[in-house]
């Protein structure tokens, strides 16, 4: 139910302000040709065929050209990775080994900051400032996930008989297909690889077409590092045969994706077939719920954050306002003079907050659910259009209010920067109105009253959730979803247990009691 202050309808032809992409800034010759990692060699595809990559944020600007592997170089990569695993130093390391020369990638990536944020930006389309951010993350994940693997443990229990003793054995799981989304490669590629491998694995990693420049700088690095040839293996190319391969054959022993529902779900029947196993961290259609007794200045900041960031190609973006009915047109003005204010543009500008859509179809499917919201009968207060198409694929941040929950805009991915406001009345209608989608990725909710905030949040079904922020994390604390947003847990010591197999051992002492005679 919308409540009073109809005037906000007239802000609706308010822009933005875009910051046009400088054809001329010098990085745009940054046009990089990339080789598949493959047992610690670098090399092309098998058809020499290649992938070139066009800046999403500058029309017409080729940025990066990668090989387009064929099945035979997957199954390729597959061996040198099982040879790897089966045979290789890597699993009968012991942890301080393995951890040491993680913490060494880990001072690589630091070191090449500036370099893999370039080519991330480039490539993804997102402002150089957050890719140098995300960047410098990733190098934490690394480091983390190498202070852990010298502390992995089993169990053991003595209390199970006097001359008996149960052991619990951590053995790393085999051989994983990591397979990577184009939003946040580097990232997403830092949140699996490190986990696996720092618990014995090895890794044959898949990065989308369309980014897969930092995902092969990232094994480089690796190598440099001195992590053993077949440890870190990439491919690239397409879905089918790239993707496929890895989920299909059985030279691999689990496939860790991200992305959709749709391919992550096909990934699963796939693996099924030989009870392989998958862990998945699919879609989002995150919930902001905020109260009336929130900060709101605070709230509007995090809501347009939430939303915009990644120009709300992000899983877990915000991308659901759950605002308490009495305050719903004050936190909507201070939303609106935000999504007014915030620059959008050209990737490479330091100001930029909202970079590019990856791709045509992608700004084009967007563009369709605001379409269908419209014609659903939500009002438009902000955006809805593409801005500079001659430039390069960007849209407008957008804010609509009068959505219920049957409109595709509440129910549906939209992966833009798209924000459907929604009131309430009560915390129970809240919480109702949050777990009323068929994903459960994230979730946020914004009050003073730590009581409501907590409680809120422990009804609501979702993997990571946040209080008073949104699209925050550590190494630390886990991530993943609940119901159609996945399976299984990455990052922390929960990350580790997803790519390990644990091992039951009864150890008989002296003599055991005889069966016969």
């Known amino acids: 139910m919308e409540g009073p202050g109809q005037n906000l309808g ?109 080519i991330e930006s480039l490539e993804v389309g997102k402002p150089i400032a957050q890719a140098r951010g995300e960047i410098t993350f990733c190098a934490d994940l690394w480091s983390y996930a190498a202070g852990q693997a010298r502390a992995l443990e089993g169990q053991t229990h003595n209390n199970i008989g006097d001359n008996r003793l149960g052991l619990v054995l951590r053995e790393p799981v085999g051989v994983v297909g990591v397979i990577t989304p184009w939003n946040f490669p580097f990232i997403i590629a830092s949140e699996r690889v490190p986990w696996a491998i720092g618990g014995g694995c090895t890794v044959v990693l898949k990065p989308s077409e369309f980014t897969s420049g930092t995902s092969i700088r990232m ?14 293996n990439v491919v690239t190319g397409y879905g089918d045969p790239a993707g496929q391969v890895l989920a299909e054959d059985p030279g691999t022993d689990m496939i860790a994706f991200t992305g959709s529902v749709r391919v992550g779900t096909k990934l699963g029947e796939i693996a099924a077939r030989s009870v392989k196993r998958v862990g998945l961290e699919l879609g989002g259609k995150g919930p902001q719920i905020v ?79 605001v379409e269908a919201g419209q014609a659903e009968g939500a009002k438009l207060l902000l955006g809805g259009v593409r801005v500079g198409e001659d430039s390069g694929l960007y849209y407008a941040p957008t804010v609509f209010s009068g959505v219920t929950g049957d409109m595709s805009i509440a129910r549906e991915e939209i992966f833009g920067p798209v924000l459907s406001t929604l009131t309430f009345k009560t915390a129970d209608e809240a919480v109702a109105m949050a777990n009323a989608s068929e994903y459960g990725l994230s979730a946020s909710v914004w009050s003073t009253n730590l009581e409501n905030a907590l409680q809120s949040i422990r009804r609501i079904r979702a993997g990571r959730c946040w209080i008073n922020s949104v699209i925050d994390g550590a190494p630390e604390l886990p991530i993943g979803g609940y119901k159609k947003s996945g399976l299984g847990r990455e990052l922390g010591r929960y990350g580790f247990d997803e790519y390990s197999q644990f091992k039951g051992i009864h150890v008989t002492l002296g003599k055991p009691d005889p069966w016969f005679g």
């Open 10 to 118: 007239l802000l609706m032809t308010v822009q933005p302000n875009f910051i046009r992409p400088d054809s001329s800034d010098p990085r745009l010759q940054n046009k990089s040709r990339y080789q598949m990692l493959v047992d610690g060699k670098s090399v092309d595809a098998s058809s020499g065929k290649t992938i070139d990559r066009i800046s999403p944020g500058h029309a017409g600007v080729v940025v990066g050209t990668w090989p387009d592997a064929t099945a035979d170089d997957v199954r390729s990569a597959i061996n040198a990775a099982r040879l790897a695993f089966d045979t290789g130093p890597w699993p009968r390391m012991s942890g301080a080994e393995r951890s040491r020369l993680m913490f060494r990638t880990s001072e690589l990536i630091l070191a090449h900051v500036e370099e893999i944020a370039l």
């Open 291 to 369: 109260f009336a007794d929130a900060d709101l200045e605070a709230a509007a900041d995090g809501i347009a954050y939430g939303v915009y960031h990644n120009a709300g190609q992000c899983c877990i973006s915000g991308s659901r306002l759950l605002v308490q009915e009495s305050v719903r047109d004050e936190l909507l003005e201070r939303l609106l003079d935000i999504s007014r204010k915030v620059t959008f543009g050209d990737p490479l500008n330091e100001q930029t907050k909202i970079g590019a859509m990856i791709s045509e179809a992608h700004a084009a499917k967007v563009h369709s659910y």
């Open 219 to 232: 094994a480089e690095l690796a190598r440099e590092a001195g992590i053993p040839d077949g440890v870190f």
